[in-house]
């Protein structure tokens, strides 16, 4: 039987899992002999498929926290820097331009 079988996470599949279960105590050597294959391989295919829309699920859920997250850490930065990160981009250049002086006095001064 299929572990973690929960009426609650696959209530999609719950008619197969039912059918199988029936299948298994209404005769025991069916189940020896494989004769509730058919059963058993349309839960496996339906718990799949069930699988695969809770991880899609679960994808979109972690999309959208994290497209808010960026909002607010977009938010933040314009509160700090200003719109499109302005002041930020000016002390970069202002800290560019200062290590390129240093990096040239740097250079002219081993030449000579």
């Not at 719950?14 to 059918?19: S, V, Y």
């Not at 069916?30 to 994808?59: H, M, P, T, V, Y």
Request: with cysteine; proline share 1%; charged share 40%.
């Amino acid at each position: 039987m299929h572990p973690q079988l929960e009426a609650e996470r696959f209530h999609s599949c719950q008619d197969l899992i039912e059918a199988l279960d029936k299948c298994h105590h209404r005769e025991y050597y069916k189940r020896i002999f494989g004769l509730c294959n058919n059963e058993k391989d349309a839960l496996s295919a339906c718990l799949k498929q069930a699988s695969i829309d809770n991880k899609k699920k679960a994808i979109k859920v972690s999309r959208e926290k994290r497209s808010k997250l960026d909002e607010k850490w977009k938010k933040l930065d314009e509160e700090e820097y200003g719109e499109d990160a302005i002041l930020k981009k000016l002390l970069a250049k202002q800290v560019a331009m200062k290590n390129a002086v240093v990096e040239n006095s740097k250079t002219t001064g081993s030449k000579d």
